[in-house]
């Protein structure tokens, strides 16, 4: 289950080759193929990644300007999707064209509306900020999963797997499984925030941070629609004021989720330190630790994916950590709901 | 959709083991499991592939003189496909055979007909004379596809796209696109016929004949049921008289597909250049010139392929330039619906 | 199909690793995933390996002590499967709990009761005492099969296969399809017993004995539920007394077959010789003989298996050979209908 109605990141600002390159990217973003170009402009065009001749996708083609011509029978497409020359004929059809997808470049994240055009909301667009501001540095994170989006959304939704999965690496304290967050309903999402009070630094920490005692940790974070995490989070010697400004380390991370298809997910993840401390091997061991950890998400998701597949007689069991996670599949379901009857409405007016 | 009742190119004659070599050849055809071997007396032998005791492969037994022997429990089958000898039993069961097919060997080809054997008919072999005549040389081409045999045969029907995804080998101008050939419905197919005047001959031909100026191109095929493509082409000096005879260069081509399964393809080709022009070097560069653009098809048409598979709300749109694939394709439904009262009938008088 | 109230073989002793190992051993069998790992009393435990929460698999988490933590959220499992942890919570849930099978670890294999373990019956075990008896020595073998367990048991019960798929390892005569065995309907299987006078050693024996002449070979053994070989086999000198004492080769073996899904199969085998015959090379050259003819049968069996694949428009036919596999599907067919009956008596009683 995914919805239309909504921004999906769908690439970093980097991965879009440059206006005069002559490669292009293609990309299935909930089971539909895209290609996302950069207009000589600067901007980008986000159009259906499958010409409407015989299918091919034209990201398998070539760039004229700021149009496209399929690689298999030449047919040539503006920026909008319509199609402006058929090799061979005098007319072009008025059906000949491909779907064109409202897209922004936002904080270096590349955003696609995918549902209808008209309904596109700049101010539903996340507030990535750290993605894009000189106040801080990050690295920028891309994982596929074999998986279904949703299934990574819980992992998001609950950090006391941070005590276990990432035993390691984030974690380095049963202490987080055992607090429990502060769980908050919020437009479009849920809020959730955690302290743990006196728990030595996680091995990720170390290399950012000379803690000669025990920490007191924080993350506070959004989860909203589509599936963008946003969090500030960091740590402080045990007992310091909670003061931003004062000593310690402190992240903003940016994450998001994108269905490919029903069982495939696109990850996109930064987590930004202040510019003004640290240098670039502290942007890089932010990485390396992010990716290591990531990674360890994937092993175990995917594990569960595979048992999964096996089947069971019995549900899963919901327990009280699970708050969050419960709250946002209700958020879902019923955003999926209004989509529904909207489609009905849409289709008994058309 | 396929029919039955038709010659099918299964290999290229030398893919045949000889009658004394240790290995037996197996090849899967219209979904269904074929053992092809050389009798003594040289000619070819389609049997089931599938013993009829426990299914096993024929194949993964041994000849014994025209005879094979099941190598799972010793079934011995005659060269009719019909059980001789179980093993420690003192009688065959009457019912112990395996499905014989019709084979030939004609010109190169391995022609095995699929349907009712007793409809079997050498006129319905096709004219591929290039395969095997002194006048003509060649290599012998074969490629697997996993995609439907169809989307090969709309791709072989319609050489606009030599303009686009053959530029840089076969096409080398967009002018072969613009062109409109002649599309001609003939007995069980179609003829195509494009003539392509004053352009720059493609890379392909370079190295076969020194062009000094621009060219005029012919291509003039004929694709008949199942899907076999006959071509004459060639191209000589811009202006030059439509004389065979005459200056430039000429080939014949001979080309068929075979459905391995319903997503996957068996894909047989060549093109012949006159014995009297080029050496051996000429062959092997038009068989490499093959190859390379053969290989552009196949990216192609699996890009296609993998977007088929993602689903569209939106069916393909027929264009002017399809005309040749469009009548081929209602040649194929005719046949395949007098196959259907065919066997309607032999059912209801059986 | 299979059924479920008897005892797997789902690993050999020495794949469980040991109770401080840092690993956790899971195993599919019957489509269920399972951990198994050795309490510190040196038993063996089966939990199925999925947590109830999220249905992560337990094996991707750690021991603690004889209970097993989950690597994602942390919930406790003790021996018996019952969570007796929730991280975070006071309370746990009386529902939070994984099953627990029956396990044994019986002459070198452990065993899994799959089915109502209130049902588990020690009596049932098989005697596979030349796994764990110093008389006897062999190496332990496993092969995994991607094809269903039934056409693996219809390979071993019906041994004319070794004249042709064994031709040149196990085999070497093709006496031993001409001889027809004694086929013998017993307690939940068949005995099969095959006498094959005046034949060659098979290549097989040959670095094991010095057979200066023919050989009369025996193959005695029974196949029972849910899939379990146990042979005597050997040879002596063609003509010379069945004196077991006498001079000659034998062996005794024990073969198990698993069913890992509904397409896929564990494999578990052993050959063993008598320990005053023959040193650590003679076990060494048997094993090896037998992966090399395993190996054989799986090239067959999954060549068959693919033939399946593309369907036929005929059954197989049955023959006299196959009169042991008949006799011991209907044993399987009747064992299932008294396990579906035991059943539906199960749920309307409950």
Redesign the interface.
């Known amino acids: 289950m995914w919805i239309r109605n909504c921004w999906y990141v769908v690439a970093w600002d980097h991965e879009i080759p440059s206006a005069d390159a002559p490669t292009l990217f293609r990309r ?1 973003v909930l ?3 895209l290609l996302i170009y950069r207009s000589q402009q600067g901007d980008v065009v986000a159009l259906e ?2 010409c ?6 034209l990201s ?2 070539r760039r004229e300007g700021d149009c496209i ?6 047919l040539l497409f503006d920026r909008g999707g319509v199609c402006i020359e ?4 005098d007319k072009v ?1 008025a ?2 064209c491909v779907r064109r997808y409202p897209a922004v470049l936002h904080n270096k994240w590349v955003m696609v509306w995918m549902g209808d055009p008209d309904a596109a909301d700049p101010a539903l667009l996340p507030d990535n900020f750290s993605c894009d501001h000189p106040d801080w540095r990050y690295l920028p994170g891309y994982l596929h999963y074999d998986t279904p989006w949703a299934l990574i959304a ?1 992992n998001l939704l ?1 950090f ?2 941070l ?3 990432h035993e390691a690496t984030l974690g380095g304290s ?1 202490r987080i ?4 967050p502060a769980v908050e309903r919020i437009e479009r999402g849920v809020r959730v925030s955690r302290r743990v009070p006196g728990v030595p630094p996680p091995a990720y920490y170390r290399p950012l941070w000379d803690f000669s005692g025990p920490i007191d940790r924080w993350l506070d974070y959004t989860f909203t629609l589509p599936a963008t995490l946003l969090m500030h989070s960091g740590a402080r010697p045990a007992g310091a004021p909670e003061d931003e400004g004062g000593d310690g380390i402190r992240f903003h991370s940016c994450q998001a989720l994108t269905p490919e ?1 029903a069982t495939s997910t696109h990850y996109f993840f930064q987590e930004s330190h202040p510019s003004d401390k640290g240098d670039a091997g502290t942007t890089q061991s932010i990485f390396d630790g992010l990716m290591a950890a990531f990674g360890e998400d994937r ?2 998701i995917s ?2 994916w ?3 597949g ?3 007689e ?1 549900p ?2 919901s ?3 699970d708050a969050a996670l419960t709250q946002f599949r209700r958020v879902l379901q019923a955003a999926s709901e209004v989509e529904a009857r909207r489609d009905v409405a849409a289709r008994s007016s058309g």
């Open positions: 299935v089971g539909e193929p990644d499958r409407c001749h015989r299918h091919a996708p398998a083609g011509r399929c690689g298999y029978h030449g058929v090799p061979g004929a059809p059906k000949a819980d609950d006391s797997h005590s276990y999965v049963e499984a055992h607090v429990r298809t092993d175990m594990a569960q595979r048992n999964l096996l089947g069971s019995f899963m069991l327990l009280a950590m």
